[in-house]
């Protein structure tokens, strides 16, 4: 039998989740609309223009994240907006707002699919379950003396401002919903702990939560003097802000990029392995995780693994196969102080060049002197004598060699704690 990863049975589980609301949806809705007509045809229309729309207007987000600020933003509007034109009560369902949603979001997402393009499931499943969230707590629980929101917004002698916190909130209460589920897939998907993870995305969603909660609450309170125009009106605004978010994310990966283009001038002068930087980096990657590592953190831990040994292109003569762990500790220092200053010259990397010129320090200075040794590089010096050790080598009887000669030096040369990180992060395939 084969044995499911975490991240499977989560996105496993998001799936089949997502599918029963929308049947749920559906269903419901279809009862209801042999009774009642449907509410608001050229509402529910123009809204599922906009969700579509912002669907197809996804961007990747640094951190191998997706969004579709325009959909959600729109999604939100429609979960709450309580009045159509001309004062008429906007008689819709919160099962009607998930079905519709649903509706609009496949739709947009469907000239990804046909690219070729990959599309998460759990990305859109979790945004599909903030909507309705938001769509039950404004419409069908009662919150206020025994009324739902949704009446509250229609009473005339509720302060309009007092409505509005009331979207805010309700919004704001389906965004930490959407992180909640999200981190718990990325947990899963990057075998890390989930209060980071949780941590690292509502610090990630903080910048878009206010935008896309008072544009969906804008456009919900601008249904009654505006009509179905207030959709585009509003959306506007967040158009040109998903304009310079996209390139805020382009600008990062171009980055990122660059140091991966850089940390191959060893490889290509002949100084180290093919591969060794990006093997270092991977196995660090995971590590960092592993250990409950913040994700910025994890970048200065890749960028620090990726040029770890940018130093070696000062010394006369290559080090035989740039194993540095092999190489004198006098020999290891230098290589890694060259390599720190020669990062620091970017004026940006100062973090990282602390990180590589820390990471030939023994873990017996942490231990006997106490000495403030960073997490990151006691992770590279780990995971750079593995590699230099095993190499691109597949042979097990290899792998376990390396692990028990790291094992020697346990306590004094490498941090027990990450080492242990090693073996568990090797028994998942990561090399």
């Not at 009331?166 to 890390?192: F, I, P, S």
């Amino acid at each position: 039998m084969t044995r499911r990863t975490p991240a499977v049975a989560v996105e496993r589980v998001l799936a089949l989740a997502g599918a029963a609301l929308v049947l749920l949806a559906v269903a419901v809705t279809a009862h209801a609309w042999r009774e009642v007509p449907l509410p608001g045809p050229l509402l529910v229309g123009a809204f599922i223009a906009a969700i579509a729309t912002g669907e197809l207007l996804r961007i990747d987000l640094p951190g191998s994240r997706e969004s579709a600020p325009i959909a959600t933003a729109a999604a939100f509007a429609f979960a709450i907006t309580s009045e159509a034109q001309r004062g008429e009560p906007a008689d819709i369902s919160a099962a009607l707002v998930v079905a519709t949603t649903a509706f609009a979001m496949g739709f947009g997402v469907a000239p990804h699919l046909m690219r070729g393009r990959l599309v998460r499931v759990s990305d859109l499943t979790t945004r599909l379950f903030s909507v309705a969230v938001a769509a039950v707590l404004f419409r069908e629980v009662p919150l206020a003396e025994g009324r739902t929101l949704v009446q509250v917004a229609l009473d005339t002698t509720v302060p309009r401002w007092l409505v509005a916190v009331a979207m805010l909130l309700v919004t704001l209460v389906a965004l930490l919903v959407e992180a909640v589920l999200a981190a718990a897939a990325r947990a899963a998907r990057d075998h890390a702990r989930f209060p980071r993870v949780l941590s690292d995305e509502l610090r990630a969603a903080s910048g878009l939560a206010t935008a896309l909660s008072t544009t969906g609450a804008l456009i919900a309170l601008a249904e009654r003097p505006l009509g179905v125009i207030a959709i585009p009106l509003f959306l506007f605004p967040l158009v040109l802000t998903q304009f310079a978010v996209r390139r805020y994310a382009s600008v990062r990966a171009t980055y990122r990029q660059t140091i991966r283009s850089l940390s191959r001038l060893t490889e290509l002068a002949g100084y180290t392995e093919h591969g060794h930087a990006l093997r270092v980096a991977t196995v660090s990657l995971a590590m960092g995780r592993d250990l409950g590592m913040s994700e910025r953190d994890a970048v200065d831990l890749e960028y620090a693994a990726l040029l770890h040994d940018i130093g070696q292109v000062a010394l006369r003569e290559p080090i035989p196969g740039g194993a540095t762990v092999m190489a004198a500790p006098a020999d290891q220092r230098r290589i890694a102080n060259d390599g720190a200053e020669i990062v620091r010259q970017t004026g940006v990397l100062d973090k990282v060049a602390r990180i590589m010129e820390a990471q030939t320090t023994p873990f017996r200075q942490v231990r006997e002197f106490g000495e403030d040794l960073p997490l990151a590089s006691r992770i590279i010096k780990v995971v750079n004598a593995f590699d230099d050790l095993v190499g691109d080598s597949p042979a097990p009887s290899r792998r376990d060699a390396a692990v028990e000669r790291i094992h020697l030096g346990l306590g004094y040369e490498y941090d027990p704690r990450v080492v242990d990180s090693l073996t568990r992060v090797l028994g998942r395939g990561v090399h």
